[in-house]
Structures are given as structure tokens and as C-alpha cells.
């Protein structure tokens, strides 16, 4: 069992910036890909980011490449999501996920690939 603790979460302004962190308890081959997650108010959960941690391999969505930074400490089992150039549109609560397996970090990230999960952090981002 993997058990994974997210925090950072905050309000901030549009254009402003937040790093949230992801904590996990396991050993490192229970979660060799970890990634973020976020769901906003009446939408279905959309993956942000993912990270293969001994590789330090990385994958994007569309909407936050360029502005969101995803990087992970194996030693400490943990991941960042770094934040900048906030918009509106990024409220939601974000949440933390990790798989053993490799493919889970091939996209299309999806939720479904993914078998552990934290309890979310929320980030509001008012215009």
C-alpha cells in the first residue's frame, strides 16, 4: 500500500505562482510513475503532469506546458508540481497519484493507469 500526501495548495492572484508537493510512504518501485491530477467544480479529473522517477522522464497536458514545471526526489519519494502564470482556468483540486508500472507514464495520462492516490490540495486562482 502506497499512501500519498499532497500540500501547497493555496488562493492566489492570475499570473501569480504555487509549488505543490507529493509526499509517498511506500518504496520507490511501488510508485515509479507519480503525476498530477486536477478536477474542477463540475468537470471530470484531467491529467496535468506525469514523472518517471528513476528516469527523470516527464510528460505534459496541452493546457499547462510552458508554465507548469513537474520534478521529483527519488531519495525522498517525493514530487513538485511548480506553477507559474496562473490562471483562472487552473482552479481545482489537485491530486497525486502513482503506479508501479512504467506505462502508466506513457500518454495519454489517465486516471484509470493509475492505482494510488492522495486526498487533493486545492488551488484557487482568482482574476
Known amino acids: 500500500q502506497v499512501h500519498l500526501v499532497e500540500s501547497g495548495g493555496d488562493s492566489v492572484q492570475a499570473g501569480g505562482s504555487l509549488r505543490l508537493s507529493c509526499a509517498a510512504s511506500?518504496?520507490?518501485?511501488?510508485?515509479?510513475?507519480m503525476s498530477w491530477f486536477r478536477q474542477a467544480p463540475g468537470r471530470v479529473r484531467e491529467g496535468v503532469a506525469t514523472?518517471?522517477?528513476?528516469?527523470?522522464?516527464?510528460t505534459y497536458a496541452d493546457s499547462v506546458k510552458g508554465r507548469f514545471t513537474i520534478s521529483g526526489d527519488v531519495a525522498k519519494k517525493s514530487i513538485y508540481l511548480q506553477m507559474d502564470s496562473l490562471k483562472p482556468e487552473d482552479t481545482a483540486i489537485y491530486y497525486c497519484?502513482?503506479?508501479?508500472?512504467?506505462?502508466?507514464?506513457?500518454?495519454?495520462?489517465?486516471?484509470?493507469?493509475?492505482?494510488?492516490w492522495g486526498q487533493g490540495t486545492q488551488v484557487t486562482v482568482s482574476s
Open positions: 497519484a502513482a503506479d508501479s508500472r512504467y506505462a502508466a507514464c506513457l500518454p495519454p495520462q489517465r486516471e484509470q493507469d493509475f492505482q494510488y
Open positions: 511506500a518504496h520507490t518501485n511501488s510508485s515509479a510513475c
Open positions: 514523472i518517471y522517477l528513476s528516469r527523470g522522464l516527464v
